[in-house]
């Protein structure tokens, strides 16, 4: 049994320095690779505004907002919450965001499960997961929101 911790205790004994830098280096990639994806899809929205306000009113179906803010809406949240992603600046309000936001598109877009094949429907699954992570665990010590804190003092 002594064995048995002392092993335990050499295989562990960098579990801390992994836990904070390691998490922290996974975070801002999450973080990066979740928020690159709303920012692309927002900068597709305003470089062709006529067909982003088209899609809204013929293939989009948003509950409780006209067509047009809807869009407006859509494109702000996916180009304002993946900048606070990418600097870590209230990150886990901007992981929130960019979830309300991916769970819009899954809503209002039913023809997402009705595809042959089924990775666009994943995609957001997958999307929604990641940035739940980053609301649980939160953007790590490579973030504003860490300085910021560390700033602040206990």
Known sequence: ????????????????????WGGSLLSLALRCFVGWQFF???LVKVGDW?????????????????PE??????????????????????SRPAALGLFAVNLMAVI????????ECPAA??????????????VAFGPGRLSLD???AKQRGP
């Open 1 to 20: 049994m002594k064995t048995i911790f002392a092993f335990h205790q050499q295989v562990s004994r960098f579990d801390a320095s992994l836990t904070a």
């Open 40 to 42: 692309k899809a927002g």
């Open 50 to 66: 006529g067909a982003t306000v088209a899609l809204f009113q013929d293939e989009y179906k948003v509950p409780l907002l006209p």
């Open 69 to 90: 803010l809807a869009a407006y809406v859509g494109a702000a949240g996916e180009l304002t919450f993946p900048l606070l992603l990418f600097v870590g600046l209230f």
């Open 108 to 115: 209002s877009y039913p023809q997402l499960f009705s595809f």
């Open 121 to 134: 429907i994943n995609d957001h699954l997958y999307w929604g997961m990641l940035l739940l992570v980053l």
């Open 146 to 148: 860490a300085w910021l």
